[in-house]
Each structure stands twice: as structure tokens, then as C-alpha cells.
């Protein structure tokens, strides 16, 4: 059998005689033996040694009995056989480890550093329950147990953890399927449904952005602004909104551009009307001219311990809009759907799906968006009759005024 238990003891029979007195192993008794004199026996530190690399001391024979045993079952039915690594110092083939080197490679790829900070909080939850486990122990079982475990989070959150478990697994199997043939392990099936999110009327949001614009305008402009945008214009998140630089807006062609969306396959582009563009140029004017590279949404002043240049963070619009509701007495709305959601869903009496995604918020399938340029003529009049329906005006289909546009 493979592997074998040794100790630098020596039977004193021998060595009277100028023996070497070297004490073998006896399987699974428990100490080891003088072959000349069975009398004397070890069961004190010994050392286990399992092929070349492998060597580990132990206190007593027993100890080192079961690690043998142990390693020994390893060899014959694991399908990877016996890994060194999982016993070295590091503990390479750890969940731990292994977590920290996916996260370090998540790093250097062209993902937000918000998705790797998500990456992070998943792996670290997980890392509760499996941090010193190794990796091939970590089978369906565990999986199904941690996700039974009340982590105080809804299923949609758990399907997106799940997400991340899978996207870290198949990084592992394709790392080491060839030294340790780990194979990929099933996830359980994560069953959630949507819930709709509040939102407000037209008429509603209007007074809510108006109030916005009470109630921050001295603070700082910009802030009304960035929420009246994206009442405007419905295809651009909160966070692509912060991050809009003084550079990507052109007045002279009027369009914004977004580099680094969140759909990742190409710039995102909104079409101005003219007044709007307008709006943002007088806006833009009211404190000295920037850097292009200048985050556009900043804050102008010092305050509160947050100086000036710096890019609002990803609370402020939010943070404002809720003031906003709270004076006007609307609870529970917050500004994502109230600009976005309120806005599509309103649009839905003047435009059908088809042109809402294609005309307002651009958000349609893969395949659609590789092959799709949006119309400019279909994007401004999009734009127009969205602003007449905000500010109360009468409304017509989008169709027929495209038609006649013609």
C-alpha cells in the first residue's frame, strides 16, 4: 500500500549491536515495531510520508494512522486522486483562496467596479460556511444547505448569488479540470417572481420634479437636472447619469453620449431637442467652464465634509426625490421607477412596446441591438411627444405623427 508512517526513534536493541534499529510501520495497530525485536514499539511523533511531496508530522502513530488511511482513500476513489496542494501550508484548493484569486481576476476585467464589489459580498457570504473546506468538498449538498439558510434576503437576490456561485464554479472546473477533474456541481432551481414597483402618474411626477427643483436649485442645479433628464429621457439609468462626463454632451449636434453603459456592447446615445439642450448649456454656464474629463453631475460647493469637483454619489438624485415626495406627501416611490417606470408605463396609452424600446428606451433584445441604429427622426419625435405628455398636453399616436413627420 501506498505510503508509510516513520520515526527518527530507534530500537536500543540493534543499535547495542550496531543496527541500524529502524522501526517499521505495522498496519493499523497503532504504533510501530522493531522487526528483530517485537517487544519494542513507538506510538509517540512520527512523520507520514505519501509519495515524494507529501510529508506531515503528527504526535502520535494513531493520528498519523488516520491521515494515511485518510489520504489513502483520496488516492483510490477520488476522481482526481490525491492533491498535494490540499494539504499544503497555503491551502491553495481552499474555497477561501480560491474566492480571493477570482475576485483579484474579476478585477482586471472590463466590468464595474459595483459588480465586483457584488462578486465580493456574494463570495464572502458564502465563504461563511465554506471558508476552510476545500473545494472538492464542497458538493451539491453544502450548495442546497447554504441556500436553505435564512440569509434575510428575498429569492431574486439569491437567484443573482446563485448567478455568481455558477460564474465562480465554471472558472474553477475550467482551472482545474485536467490536475484535479472537479466537476461541475448542480445549483438548485431558485423559484422568484418581480414585484411591480410603485410608480406615480404624470401629473404626479411633474410636481414631484418641480418640488426637486424647490428645493435643491440653491444647493445645487444640477441635481433637478439630472432627475428632469431622466424623466425626458428614459433610456439612461441613474448611474449612467453619474457618470456623464462635461465632455460627452455635444450642443452643437445635440446628443449625449454614455461610453460605458450597462448593456456593455456599445455607447449609449440620447438625441436632444433643441431646447433641452439648451437647458443643460445654461445650466452648465453657471459656474466657470470645466475639463472635459469633469464629472458633469458634481457637487459646485463644500460641504458637509464633500468638496467641490466631486461626482454626486449614487444616493444623491435618489435622496433628493424622496425629500421631494415626502413634501408632497408620496411615500414609497423611489426615483428610478418614478422617472423611468412612471414614464413608460404612461407612454404606453400613445406608443406601442415595439416603439417604446426602440424609440425611448432602447432596451431590446442582443441580437436587435447589434444590428438596430436608432432613427434619429424617430428619436426626437419620440422625445417631443413625451415632454407635451409630461407637461399635460394632448396626446397622439406616435405613429401617425411620425407618418406626417414625413
Same mark, same amino acid.
Given at each position: 500500500?501506498?505510503? /508509510?508512517?516513520?520515526t ?13 534499529? %529502524? ?10 515495531q522493531?522487526?528483530? &525485536?517485537?517487544d ?10 505519501f ?5 506531515? /508530522? ?9 491521515h ?7 488516492a483510490?476513489n477520488?476522481?482526481g486522486g ?5 494539504w499544503? +501550508?497555503?491551502?491553495p ?9 477570482f ?6 476585467q472590463?466590468i ?11 463570495l464572502d ?7 476552510y473546506?476545500?473545494?472538492?468538498? %464542497? ?10 439558510i435564512? &440569509? ?10 446563485k448567478?455568481v ?10 482551472r482545474?479540470?485536467?490536475r484535479?477533474?472537479i ?7 431558485i ?6 414597483k410603485k @410608480?406615480?402618474?404624470?401629473?404626479d ?9 424647490? @428645493?435643491s436649485?440653491e ?8 432627475i /428632469? ?5 428614459p ?14 454632451v455635444?450642443?452643437k449636434?445635440?446628443w ?8 456593455k456592447?456599445k455607447p449609449k ?6 431646447? &433641452?439642450?439648451?437647458l ?17 453631475? /458634481?457637487?459646485? +460647493?463644500? +460641504?458637509s ?5 466631486v461626482?454626486f ?8 426625490w ?6 408632497m406627501? @408620496? ?6 421607477p ?7 408605463t404612461?407612454l404606453?396609452k @400613445? ?11 432602447? &432596451? ?10 436608432p ?7 419620440a ?11 394632448h396626446?397622439?399616436?406616435i405613429s401617425?405623427h411620425?407618418k406626417?413627420?414625413?
Amino acid at each position: 500500500m501506498q505510503g /508509510r508512517i516513520y520515526t527518527k526513534q530507534k530500537c536500543f536493541e540493534c543499535q547495542k549491536s550496531l543496527e541500524p534499529g %529502524i522501526l517499521k510501520y505495522i498496519e493499523n495497530k497503532g504504533f510501530l515495531q522493531c522487526p528483530e &525485536h517485537p517487544d519494542i514499539t513507538w506510538a509517540g511523533p512520527c512523520e507520514v510520508r505519501f509519495g515524494r511531496k507529501h510529508h506531515k /508530522r503528527f504526535k502520535s502513530v494513531k493520528e498519523a494512522e488516520r491521515h494515511l488511511n485518510h489520504i489513502r482513500y483520496q488516492a483510490d476513489n477520488n476522481k482526481g486522486g490525491f492533491d498535494q496542494r490540499e494539504w499544503a +501550508k497555503n491551502q491553495p484548493l481552499s474555497f477561501l483562496s480560491l474566492r480571493e484569486k477570482f475576485v483579484t481576476l474579476k478585477e482586471t476585467q472590463s466590468i464595474s467596479s459595483k459588480q465586483v464589489q457584488h462578486i465580493k459580498r456574494v463570495l464572502d457570504e458564502a465563504g461563511k460556511s465554506w471558508d476552510y473546506m476545500q473545494i472538492k468538498e %464542497i458538493t451539491e449538498g453544502e450548495i442546497d444547505d447554504f441556500f436553505l439558510i435564512d &440569509h434575510g434576503v428575498g429569492n431574486k437576490t439569491l437567484a443573482n448569488w446563485k448567478t455568481v456561485l455558477h460564474d465562480f464554479w465554471t472558472w474553477i472546473v475550467r482551472r482545474e479540470k485536467r490536475r484535479s477533474k472537479i466537476e461541475m456541481p448542480e445549483f438548485p432551481e431558485i423559484k422568484y417572481e418581480l414585484e411591480m414597483k410603485k @410608480i406615480v402618474n404624470m401629473e404626479d411626477q411633474q410636481y414631484i420634479i418641480e418640488e426637486v427643483k424647490r @428645493i435643491s436649485w440653491e444647493d445645487n442645479p444640477r441635481i433637478w437636472l439630472g432627475i /428632469r433628464l431622466m424623466a425626458w429621457y428614459p433610456k439612461v439609468r441613474p448611474g449612467e447619469m453619474l457618470d456623464l462626463r462635461e465632455g460627452h454632451v455635444n450642443y452643437k449636434d445635440n446628443w449625449i453620449v454614455f461610453p460605458d453603459p450597462k448593456e456593455k456592447n456599445k455607447p449609449k446615445f440620447i438625441h436632444l431637442l433643441p431646447e &433641452h439642450s439648451e437647458l443643460i448649456q445654461k445650466i452648465q454656464s453657471m459656474v466657470p467652464s470645466a475639463l472635459p474629463e469633469m464629472y458633469f453631475f /458634481r457637487h459646485l +460647493k463644500t +460641504k458637509s465634509g464633500v468638496k467641490a469637483g466631486v461626482k454626486f454619489g449614487p444616493k444623491v438624485f435618489n435622496k433628493w426625490w424622496k425629500k421631494a415626495c415626502k413634501n408632497m406627501g @408620496i411615500d414609497g416611490v423611489s426615483v428610478y421607477p418614478g422617472v423611468k417606470h412612471s414614464t413608460v408605463t404612461a407612454l404606453g396609452k @400613445i406608443m406601442s412596446p415595439e416603439e417604446i424600446q426602440h424609440d425611448v428606451t432602447g &432596451h431590446v433584445s442582443d441580437a436587435f441591438k447589434r444590428y438596430f441604429l436608432p432613427d434619429v427622426k424617430r428619436a426626437i419625435i419620440a422625445s417631443r411627444k413625451l415632454t407635451e405628455m409630461q407637461a399635460g398636453q394632448h396626446l397622439v399616436n406616435i405613429s401617425d405623427h411620425i407618418k406626417s413627420a414625413k
